[in-house]
């Protein structure tokens, strides 16, 4: 059938054109990062710091930022999220676990420039006054805020995880008399675990890649932090203010070392995701 | 007695972990709306101009948030027709199409493309404009088109991921069922597989317009400017509501733009929260549709 | 006919608005000239001039709704750069293009204001004078809490704007005499942004287009000579600039206009209003 054909053909060239996307993303910056790479800087600005006025720019301490606005984001919002979806799906009745996953499910909706915005007439001001040292903007308040931000997505994941534990590996707890914080610790957590970990790994992605939240309320600092009141800048935020300068310049230059670090982590944590997802699958 | 104790630290923990997640929710919601609910009037939307003239453009409007509001609801229709249609392809292809190799292989770039952090795709589409612009037209800026391709991108892997889903969702037997009565591939898509899986469907896109109305990094970078007034084409720069929030969070100049600010931040939450309310209930509803026919 | 002759009363009227708004006697005004005209004005850079560009802006495009006018901000640098790569129309600076800049993109500059760069304060704090040495140690670095300098036993909270900004290059040179900016400053986009910033830290110090200052901010005297209007006008305050706005080659069409709008009697009016010292 010719009609067949076309709409097959159609179909696949909107598969080819979508995967291509992806392709282009990385081939633009792969190309505008390419003088970096031809004098060889690639490396060296990754590890050096940003002294615009000795023209050094190098972006470790956006790497520093990076990882520590989103790995204290995760200290905050792992253990709320685990125990959040442990109420919504085991401990709290029924009707209340239900409309806790409605809420939590609504959470996803919020714009994340309204975090942002809250953030910096509310949350920066008390961490201002509570704290002592230093304007608020700082990688405490960028987390704080920021584990709100993901912890839906950990939540949303955990208890979808936790309900596909086997129902008799449950039934069993149950008739053998064990409490919920029994079954809870016992049976379903770690029956879970890959369930688990995978949405760490989607947070963790949620996190590092958020720009507005860090750009708003961290500060944008271009010192290495020595504490959580510090003010950093984030990778993301960097591309944010930088892209702005003169496009021939190397200051310009270091967002695609920026966008190509970004991709990267992106793709290990698919690649991560991928393999946690394909042994659940393999399992009996 | 140590196991009571286990018992009831998890359970409070837990307990305390919903409480301190809905006390931050509701703060963030609340603090917005206490201090905000003064500046919700006509004047949040139209300034100081007549709402008739501002909606004919007959009169710009200043201090206003219209030409926001016009920006982002371009922006959002322009992304979604252009996101969609591709979208949507891809998704069949995937479902009904694809071997396992090949959709293992196209899922990877979906995968990857779904967690780019947005500011990426903002930097790609300038880098694509900047690239346009000295090698094709001069005419070429970070404009209302290029944001709104940007923003296509950024939710193409959501449109694909849930028509293929919803498609995949429907039990085994119905999808086979066309096929064993002699209708060809095409026929089932159309007549069988979209029907059945279009409330997946719509929420999907319902879900993709909101990404396109909050999203800032994407904007940010691909023509969205503070102050322009309704965009006359789509090449000409434009306003949106959550740059305009971004803005004004870092650099108001007086109350009254503060205020202004507060105000865009609760419209945007309350379109956000209708298209959700909405997403919600096309599925509710459909899903009852058909499981009272069938 | 009798429409003919309310036209003509509203006309009048508006023209007397119009007289009244702007100090100036009823007559062709320099606005006139963009009558009839459409298209669109690209502006963007130097975000001091934001303020007087808005303005500007809103009057013409109120009057002329066939004209859209874009004002954004991003800094001196991203100014004159994107003037010169065509990207805009009007590329604002706060400071003079270098003229390694002016070679390499044929720009043209005008000069249509003075404006001074302050150091400010939260108004809530004591401190409201500074050494030219001690500037130099907070912005440094070296010199961290607000006590020794007869504030509050507190922390003191640098903020700095990007290497764009003309702001910085200008109060780098002549306010620092370009010494090193702490890397742990935090970071503001615009001269808003600084204002606000400012504005909302009690324990916050940083620099500001002496136009954009209000009551929200304090200024801080530097060796003695308090940055406002009339010291930069007079002279005795030292870390003053122009601001500029760039065309590529000599400005045609609306983007002249728009450059002889704000040399006009009305737009050197805005320019007043905006807190800035008007360029014959």
Redesign the interface.
């Known amino acids: 059938m010719n009609r067949e054909n076309v709409a097959r053909r159609l179909f696949l060239s909107a598969a080819i054109l979508s995967a291509s996307v992806t392709v282009l993303i990385l081939g633009f910056m792969v190309v505008l990062a390419l003088p970096l790479f031809k004098q060889g800087l690639f490396f060296e600005i990754l590890s050096q ?5 000795s023209s050094i720019f190098g972006i470790f ?1 956006m790497i520093v930022g990076t990882a520590s606005i989103a790995l204290l984001s995760l200290v905050f919002g792992f253990p709320l999220s685990l125990g959040v979806s442990a109420l919504a799906s085991t401990f709290a009745p029924t009707r209340i676990g239900f409309l806790l996953k409605k809420t939590v499910q609504m959470m996803t909706g919020i714009p994340t420039v309204i975090y942002g915005f809250v953030g910096v007439f509310l949350l ?2 008390i961490v ?1 006054e509570m704290f ?6 700082c990688i405490l308040a960028a987390s704080a805020m920021l584990s709100v931000l993901i912890a839906p997505t950990m939540i949303l994941f955990f208890s979808e995880s936790f309900e596909n534990v086997p129902k008799q590996h449950i039934d069993a707890v149950d008739a053998l008399g064990g409490t919920p914080v029994q079954k809870f610790l016992y049976v379903i957590l770690p029956g879970s675990w890959r369930g688990i970990l995978t949405g760490v790994v989607l947070a963790l992605g949620r996190a590092v890649g958020d720009t507005l939240i860090a750009l708003m309320i961290a ?5 290495l932090p020595s504490s959580v009141l ?2 950093v ?1 984030t990778l993301t935020s960097h591309i944010a ?2 892209i ?4 021939d310049s190397l ?1 310009f230059k270091t967002i695609f070392a920026c966008g190509i670090l970004l991709y990267l982590l992106t793709t290990i944590s698919v690649l991560v995701i991928r393999v946690l997802s394909s042994k659940t699958r393999g399992m009996p | 007695m140590n196991r009571r104790l286990i018992d009831i630290s998890v359970t409070g923990f837990s307990w305390a972990s919903g409480i301190v997640l809905l006390a931050a929710v509701f703060s963030i919601i609340g603090f917005l709306f206490v201090k905000g609910y003064g500046a919700l009037d006509a004047s949040l939307i139209f300034g100081d101009t007549n709402p008739v003239d501002a909606l004919l ?4 409007v ?1 201090d206003g948030l219209f030409p926001a509001m016009v920006g982002t609801f371009l922006l959002v229709v322009l992304s979604v027709v252009l996101a969609v249609p591709v979208g949507l392809a891809t998704g069949i292809y995937m479902a009904e199409y694809a071997d396992g190799a090949v959709r293992h292989f196209l899922g990877f770039f979906f995968d990857i493309l779904a967690g780019i952090p947005s500011i990426i795709v903002g930097l790609f589409g300038f880098s694509v404009t900047v690239f346009l ?1 000295h090698q094709f037209s ?1 005419r070429i ?2 404009c209302l088109l290029i944001s709104a391709l940007s923003l296509a991108f950024l939710v193409l892997p959501y449109l694909i991921r849930t028509t293929q889903v919803a498609i995949e969702e429907i039990p085994l037997e119905v999808r086979l069922t066309a096929p064993a009565l002699g209708a060809t591939q095409l026929q089932n898509v159309c007549y069988v597989l979209i029907p059945r899986a279009l409330s997946g469907i719509l929420t999907g896109v319902i879900l993709s317009i909101g990404r396109c109305a909050e999203d800032t990094a994407v904007i940010m970078l691909t023509g969205v ?5 309704v965009p ?1 084409s789509l090449l ?2 434009y306003e949106a509501l959550p740059f305009y929030i971004y803005t004004v969070s ?4 007086d109350h009254r733009e503060l205020m202004t600010g507060y105000g865009a931040a609760i419209v945007l939450l309350l379109i956000c929260a209708s298209l959700f309310a909405s997403a919600y209930l096309i599925k509710y509803l459909l899903t009852r549709q058909f499981q009272v026919r069938f | 006919m009798k429409a003919f002759t309310f036209q003509g009363i509203m006309f009048g009227v508006c023209l007397i608005v119009v007289a009244l708004l702007t100090i100036v006697p009823a007559g062709a005004g320099p606005i006139d000239g963009f009558k009839g005209q459409q298209g ?1 004005i ?1 502006i ?1 850079g130097g975000t001091a001039h ?2 007087v560009m ?1 303005e500007a ?2 009057r013409i ?2 009057e002329n ?1 066939e004209i ?8 001196s ?2 100014g004159i ?1 994107q003037v010169g ?4 129309d009007i590329g604002n600076s706060g400071r003079k293009p270098s003229d390694e800049e002016t070679a390499k993109y044929g720009l043209e500059h005008f000069k249509w204001a003075i404006d001074g760069v302050g150091v400010v304060v939260n108004p809530k704090n004591p401190v409201k004078t500074l050494s030219r040495d001690q500037l130099k140690a907070i912005f440094a670095g070296n010199e961290t809490s607000w006590r020794a300098l007869g504030g509050q036993d ?2 003191i ?1 640098v ?1 700095t704007r ?3 900004s003309g702001t910085r290059a200008v109060f ?1 040179k002549k306010a620092l005499d ?1 010494g ?11 001269n ?2 600084m ?3 400012i504005g ?2 009690p ?2 110090i940083g620099y500001v287009s002496v136009g954009h200052m209000d009551a929200t901010v304090a200024p801080v005297a530097l060796d003695g000579v308090v940055p406002t209007l009339d010291t930069v006008k007079s002279g005795a305050y030292k870390v003053a600039r122009g601001l500029y706005s760039n065309t590529k080659g000599e400005p045609s069409g609306l983007t002249a206009l728009f450059i002889e709008y704000l040399f006009s009697t009305e737009g050197r009016q805005i320019v007043m209003e905006k807190g800035f010292i008007p360029v014959r």
Do not use: C
């Not at chain 1, 002592?132 to 903007?137: A, L, N, T």
């Open positions: 710091p940003w002294l615009p006025d301490p920066v001001p201002r002592g040292g230093g304007s608020g903007m500060g944008n600092a271009v010192a510090d003010s800048r203010l930088i702005a300068a003169d496009f200051e | 453009l007959r009169k710009p200043f612009h001069g800026y970070p400017v503070a102050t322009t007034g006359r000409s720069s870092s650099q108001y100049v | 669109t690209r963007s934001i303020p808005k802006a809103k495009m109120t709704p859209q006018i874009s004002v954004a901000g991003g800094g640098g991203v750069k790569e065509g990207l805009v507190k922390m909270n903020y990007d290497k764009a780098w370009k090193v900016i702490t890397a742990r400053a935090n970071f503001v986009v615009s808003g942004a204002k606000s910033a909302n830290d324990y916050g």
